[in-house]
């Protein structure tokens, strides 16, 4: 058997610097570890199973085309529970994950994305309604309350009231929490997970969440009466996940509804927000890559349709490369193995978990030339493989919202350039930034609203 090159971990008070270094500089952690030990090794913690690092695609392409019996994932994210609950789809393994996946696939692809496409425009237009010229604004934030209205929309169908504006400040405060590399220190140490009253982070980390789950607890009870009562004619996710039933009839428990809404909501806007903000700051940070996607959106007319917008090839080779030069999840969720695999003629044995890291092979200078560049032209010289380019994972775990966020990143995108003309208020470049799990530009970039255009 081929040795796999190995790295003895550190232990006590170096790894500890590691793992710091890990949360407060995550790119400088990731880009050292590839030079330093390539694109294939194993990492041997004390007392832990071995894990191996990849960014190669043809061990990607292994890992993704690997049949799924031979992976759990669900327990690699165990660490998500706090945030989503024990019945996300993110714990799920085996025929649940996979009957979970085909109830929640289809409302994100496809057809069902014309309504979305019509409801991001008009969110898109509500949220800047109030734009003046001169005005200088946090991207984030403004990102965000779109992508999550996008989100609370698409999943529970409701864009108006009471319960759906709390939840929507609700939810916003508890992400929030995590909006510094500092305080995103919770999710990786439990010791940190205390409840010292509603002042504390992580105390009023359960106060939120503990709001969230009662308010989500109240819509399912109603949407459940609406339905039993023949009255609702939703067609929204919630009301999808309320009617599916298993093989022996069961519906799903208010538990694991709640669970995965939550999933939904989390995964769903956070992530967007950061894609959009990235691609905000490339198309004002590098001007010529501007004028060129106003010349093709001036080629398509005035208001052109979403199917017109989502195939534009400019812009669609600007989404991509702002998802390649900074992913918005550095890697892909961790496979445990449960049975012996071979990966790029190594065998690997039982227990070791498997890491492909999207950050590294998104970097690779033989795929990627001038890695650290902005050039969204490569995507249009060459077909990248799904062991390449991977900014929503794969195989069996990947993205159930690549579509969705596509086309969201494109017509939120779309609909402000033709209502404004913006700029940046800096011209330092920006570097990602931790922000919770994912990698994300500094919460204080900053924009300002040039001219009004319609
Ligand atoms: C730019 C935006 C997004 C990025 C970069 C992103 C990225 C990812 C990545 C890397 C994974 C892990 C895949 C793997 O390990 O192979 C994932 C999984 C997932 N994403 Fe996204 N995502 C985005 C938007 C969304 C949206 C809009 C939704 C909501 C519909 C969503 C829902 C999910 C779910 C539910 C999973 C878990 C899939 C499973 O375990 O089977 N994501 N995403």
Redesign the pocket.
Known sequence: MKPIPTLEAASGLRLIMRRIKAILRPVDFITDRARQYGDFYQLKLKNAPPTVMTSNPQAIENI?TASTDKFE?GRG?KMLTFLVGDNS??L?DGKE?KNR?RL?MPP?HGESLQKCSDQIVAITNKVIADWQPNKAFTVRPVMQEITLRV?LS??FGIDSGTRYDRLRELLTALLDIFNTPLSSSFMFFSFLQKDWGKFSPWGRFLLLKQEIRQLIYAEIAERRELLASGTSGLRDIFSLLLLAKDENGEGMTDEELHDELI??LF???E??A??LAWLFYWIHYLPEVQDKLRFELDSVGENPDYKTINNLTYLDAIVSET?RIY???AG??GRILTQPISVMGYDLEPKTWLM?S?YSLHHREDLYPDPEQFKPERFLQKTYSPYEY?????????????A???L??KLVTTTVLSRFQLDLTSNHPLFPVRRGLTLAPPSSFKMRIKNKLA
Request: proline content about 4%.
């Open positions: 993704f994932v994210n789809l993110l799920l994950h996946r929640l994100f989100m698409v999943v999933t939904l995964a769903g806007h992530t967007t950061s894609a998802l992913p918005i999840v892909a969720f492909v999207i991977i900014p929503f994972g794969g195989g069996n775990r990947r993205c159930i919202g690549s969705l966020a596509l969201e990143m």
